[in-house]
């Protein structure tokens, strides 16, 4: 049986053993907040404002931990999206 030893690298062997677990990608396009009343008010047809500026890149998540920016791009009839800037592994691991 492997034994992993703090600091040491993982092994494609090791890397291996979790190709197979899922996790959820999410893709953010932006966020804000609001007073429950204002959330109350809301109806089909309402328009709320975003974080973000059109055209800025959105948020790509895995389990909630960002780890890209990206833009929507189509595939056939479906939104797909494309990985710009991967977010640094050790910045990732510093957000969970």
């Known amino acids: 049986m492997n034994e992993t030893i703090p600091g040491e690298r993982p092994t494609s062997e090791n890397l291996r053993l979790l190709e197979n677990i899922g ?5 953010e396009v932006g ?3 609001l007073t429950i009343r204002d959330l109350l008010r809301l109806s089909e047809g309402s328009v709320i404002e975003l974080d973000r500026l059109a055209g800025d890149p959105l948020d790509v998540l895995v389990n909630g931990t960002p780890i890209a920016k990206g833009e929507v791009v189509m595939v056939g ?3 797909g999206i494309r990985f710009g800037q991967i977010i640094d592994p050790e910045k990732r691991a510093e957000s969970i």
């Open 77 to 79: 009839e479906r939104f």
């Open 23 to 27: 996790v959820r990608l999410s893709v």
């Open 31 to 33: 966020r804000t907040e």
